[in-house]
């Protein structure tokens, strides 16, 4: 049987006593037994968990009772996959949230964080890259090969989170295990291959734990018959409100000429004369390596052309480019010299490192001739531009809509889907956004409060006067500066400063950067060379400092405690539909009929509002305010669903200071 709720109740009861600052919590107690209901039913089920409910336990608990019972009845496998956004929620439960279960439940389970093959050195390859080395490498790489190597005789695992140093992606590359440069059984080195050991673990573990960015790359693999998870029974997405935009990133398709640079120099550089083509002597495919480098610095200069003349100006490619391809030909006349020269070599690890690049070529090829012709229907094209002095030029394409694909691949296949999140609904309880956006036609809905007393601990500060963004933006700009200074002296630190777009950003920053000196008060900016997590590092470390973030400090932040007592959002977060995807997406509402400001932006800026103001509370001993800049949640007619969207707290409406 699946566990019922008085069941799971009295679990809450066992952790309790073994984790004396574990709290019991309705909520928590709630949201497992509905998870315990959607499996034991074989349906799907979005629940929203308020922070400080503990989503972790909730689904945890329910998924592994669940497995042991019907390993004990049927002596059958109840293979569970929970996927996370982020790596640090994948840390906590496989370093913590697990093995404090797996100490205190009365069953036997077993659970793997499940990580890609290119992860996992391979010992054949490794032998290889050393006996060819100087054929391949320079001096520095050569010296990072022979650390490698000394490394794989002591690793446990054999994954590039146990190396001590981050190799330079064309080393780890020529040693990683790969599925197109395996042997299988055949290896001589198959009884002490740390991929497989790990795949064994994979397929006999009861839960497995991956990111998001595995989960649809292995879906998108059973589109061909492939796979890198074995089949579940139940997928629980943890940071599921991340869905849509992750699924759309990794159904798509991405060509660059930085990927052709770095495949023909592993062939043949002509600069360093290394090279697996060097190698193996192979001069005629060297020289259809050098033509193709000049085919492809022609093409992607056509296409970099192409953009300034007829691409709009966010790079969106309407209909297939009229552009000759020589690429795509001369890609598959090199991976058949190549092939055909390997059917002759004697050594099988020689043979499949040469079919291997041989796959790459004409893989690349495909992808550049589809992206071309726009072969996939139903998909946004648009060219990328990065860098000015060595430019990259990114061809990407992307579903417009992955609701179709995630309904028919995902919720059609798989038993029970749980997607949990502190931030889905929109409005008090409305989840047909979310479930729209992704395809989710029937699913039981739970919304669950925060156990935090927001009353107590937070306070919304709506400012007074404030001009309005869209009509006078200037006056606005000028308006947010002033009110900065007011609402940072409310708490003398310890703030987020939010904005939606980095030109507002430093804009703000550089008329108040004055100011802070004058006070001798830290100001950190994201976007001035230092990365998230030491930016945070700095801010924590203070005390009282104010931060100015964009995008990535919305959500996925996590500073509990008086460093942070203040967030200020200066503009509502509407996402505007310059992008390409965004675009694409607006259209096809407008094409069927609907209005994409109330139909999408709306809905979506409300749920990115509540991650911003989820910035604030992180537990219950935290207070503070939240304050909202923007005049539009009182002046406008949606503004009620920006308000009814956030937590019931006291509400202050702040006069400027004179």
């Not at 900016?525 to 203070?542: E, I, P």
Request: charged share 25%.
């Amino acid at each position: 049987m699946i566990p019922t709720s008085n069941e799971v109740f009295e679990l809450g009861g066992l952790i309790a006593r073994r984790l004396p600052q574990y709290e019991s919590r309705p909520e928590q107690v709630e949201m497992a037994a509905a998870v315990a209901e959607a499996i034991s039913s074989r349906s799907h089920l979005v629940v929203e968990a308020g922070t400080g409910v503990g989503k972790s336990f909730a689904y945890l608990v329910p998924c592994i009772l669940a497995a042991a019972e019907r390993q004990q009845s049927e002596n059958k496998t109840r293979r569970i996959v929970i996927s996370t956004h982020t790596i640090s929620l994948q840390e906590q439960l496989i370093s913590r949230d697990i093995p404090f279960l797996n100490s205190i439940l009365p069953v036997e389970f077993s659970a793997v964080l499940v990580k890609g093959r290119g992860n996992y050195i391979s010992l054949r390859r490794l032998q290889a890259a050393r006996e060819k080395g100087r054929s391949l490498f320079e001096s520095e790489e050569q010296t990072q090969l022979n650390e490698i190597a000394q490394w794989s005789e002591n690793t446990y695992d054999g994954s590039l989170s146990d190396l001590g140093f981050t190799p330079l992606p064309q080393v780890w590359d020529e040693v990683r295990s790969e599925h197109g440069n395996c042997l299988g059984k055949k290896c001589p080195t198959h009884k002490d291959c740390f991929y497989y050991r790990a795949r064994r673990r994979v397929w006999n573990a009861d839960v497995l734990i991956v990111n998001h960015a595995m989960f649809f790359a292995d879906l998108a693999l059973r589109r061909e018959g492939a796979s890198v998870l074995p089949d579940y029974d139940v997928a629980i997405f943890d940071e599921a409100h991340t869905l849509e935009d992750v699924a759309a990133s990794h159904l798509g398709t991405t060509v660059s000429n930085g990927q052709f640079s770095y495949l023909f120099n592993k062939l043949y550089n002509d600069r360093t004369q290394k090279g697996l083509l060097v190698h193996h002597n192979l001069v005629d495919a060297q020289k259809l390596v050098a033509r193709l480098r000049f085919l492809v610095d022609d093409l992607f200069d056509d296409l970099d052309q192409w953009r300034n003349e007829h691409a709009s100006q966010n790079g969106r490619v309407r209909k297939p480019i009229d552009i000759q391809n020589k690429v795509t030909p001369d890609l598959h006349d090199l991976a058949l010299t190549i092939r055909t020269f390997a059917t002759d070599v004697k050594d099988e690890g020689h043979q499949i490192d040469l079919n291997s690049s041989a796959e790459r070529l004409d893989a690349l090829g495909i992808s550049l001739g589809n992206w071309l012709k726009q072969r996939h229907e139903d998909s946004v094209y648009w060219i990328e531009i990065l860098g000015q002095k060595r430019q990259t030029i990114k061809l990407v394409s992307s579903p417009i809509d992955v609701g179709a694909t995630l309904r028919d691949e995902l919720f059609g296949q798989v038993p029970t889907v749980v997607l949990a999140s502190a931030t889905l609904a929109v409005g008090q309880r409305d989840f047909s956004f979310f479930r729209s956006r992704i395809g989710l036609t029937k699913a039981h809905d739970l919304k669950l409060g925060s156990p935090f007393d927001y009353k107590k601990q937070a306070t919304i500060v709506l400012p007074d006067q404030m001009p309005d963004p869209g009509e006078n933006p200037f006056d606005y700009e000028n308006a947010v500066v002033d009110r900065i200074k007011q609402h940072v002296d409310d708490t003398d630190g310890g703030v987020f400063v939010l904005f939606t777009s980095y030109k507002m950003l430093q804009n703000c920053s550089r008329k108040l950067s004055s100011w802070f000196s004058s006070r001798n008060q830290l100001l950190l900016c994201q976007g001035t060379g230092l990365q998230r997590g030491a930016l945070l590092n700095q801010f924590r470390k203070d005390g009282n400092a104010v931060l100015f973030g964009t995008e990535s400090f919305w959500q996925g932040v996590d500073v509990p405690g008086d460093a942070l007592k203040n967030v200020i959002i200066t503009k509502l977060p509407f996402s505007v539909p310059d992008h390409p995807l965004l675009e694409a997406r607006v259209e096809r509402i407008k094409e069927n009929g609907d209005n994409p400001f109330t139909k999408y932006q709306v809905p979506e800026a409300a749920i990115k509002l509540r991650q911003g103001f989820g910035r604030l509370i992180r537990s219950a001993t935290d207070s503070g305010q939240v304050v909202i800049l923007d005049p539009r949640v009182r002046t406008k007619p949606y503004g009620r669903i920006f308000l009814e969207s956030l937590p019931d707290c006291r509400r202050v409406i702040a006069s400027r200071n004179k």
